[in-house]
């Protein structure tokens, strides 16, 4: 059981890595920020990454808890 919790970690690993590289905006403006004071409001496929990133994180510490825990 502890082999498939390691597989599943790292395929949800890969997945918020994609995840999160896939909301960087070109010119500098998403990973690191732009330097810009106004707070821009998340709308269409941008929130539903947004969602998603915090779904995936959320399932990687379940699964981490349970490889601990019965791995």
């Not at 732009?34 to 947004?50: A, D, M, V």
């Amino acid at each position: 059981m502890g082999t498939y919790l390691n597989i599943i970690q790292i395929l949800v690993s890969l997945m918020i890595l994609v995840v999160i590289l896939s909301q960087v905006k070109e010119g500098g403006g998403g990973l690191f920020g732009s330097g810009q004071s106004s707070i821009k409001t998340r709308r269409g496929l941008e929130k539903t990454l947004f969602q998603f990133t915090i779904f995936l994180v959320g399932l990687f510490l379940l699964v981490s808890i349970v490889s601990v825990r019965f791995g």
